[in-house]
């Protein structure tokens, strides 16, 4: 009897090995997707909204724009636009904004605006700037959307709930 229950006990005995396996691949999996997924977002402090409306339901694909203290305009960790390199040339905006219109948005149309047809992009840019950045840079990357080889007429201006450098810097 005894050596019927020892070769059970040795027949039920499972391998971990595999389900450990799988365990590490999946955490690797996670990390690399949350790395990812925040990877468009600069460590900028925004400002305060006291009121407005959650973006609950924002589109899959969105480009954001970030907009530092200093004016410049990054875009995947890339440059875009800085004052201090580019002045009054805002050809690096409108390459940007003509590389997104190619290949990022999905929902555009063609418009008869004045006279010339123009691929007119109903998809929304996310801009993100500085709670400190002057709005005049703002002004400049809404005025590059607002030219007809661009187009994009949606802009959304993220907000932040909670006040970051108070949390930051408490008195």
């Known amino acids: 009897?005894?050596?019927?229950k020892d070769e059970a006990e040795r027949e039920a005995e499972m391998d971990?090995?595999?389900?450990?396996?799988?365990?590490?691949?999946l955490m690797i999996f996670f990390v690399l997707v949350i790395d990812l997924s925040q990877r468009d977002l600069e460590d900028l402090i925004l400002p305060v909204a006291k009121y407005a409306v959650p973006d609950e339901n924002p589109p899959d694909v969105?480009?954001?724009?970030n907009i530092a203290q200093d004016g410049r305009?990054?875009?995947?960790?890339?440059?875009?636009?800085?004052?201090?390199?580019?002045?009054?040339?805002?050809e690096g905006i409108r390459r940007l904004l003509i590389e997104w219109k190619g290949t990022v948005?999905?929902?555009k149309d063609v418009e008869n605006l004045g006279g010339r047809?123009?691929?007119?992009?109903?998809?929304?840019?996310?801009?993100?700037?500085?709670?400190?950045?002057?709005?005049?840079?703002?002004?400049?990357f809404m005025t590059a959307c607002s030219q007809p080889e661009?187009?994009?007429?949606?802009?959304?201006?993220?907000?932040?709930?909670?006040?970051?450098?108070?949390?930051?810097?408490?008195?």
């Open 16 to 25: 971990m090995t595999p389900m450990i396996d799988c365990v590490f691949l």
């Open 105 to 107: 948005v999905k929902d």
């Open 62 to 65: 969105r480009p954001i724009v």
């Open 117 to 140: 047809q123009v691929t007119v992009v109903n998809d929304p840019v996310l801009i993100r700037a500085d709670k400190w950045t002057e709005w005049h840079y703002v002004g400049v």
């Open 150 to 171: 661009a187009a994009f007429w949606k802009l959304e201006l993220a907000l932040s709930e909670d006040d970051k450098e108070r949390k930051l810097y408490p008195n």
């Open 1 to 4: 009897m005894s050596n019927l």
């Open 73 to 90: 305009m990054v875009y995947k960790q890339n440059t875009w636009y800085d004052p201090a390199r580019d002045g009054d040339n805002t």
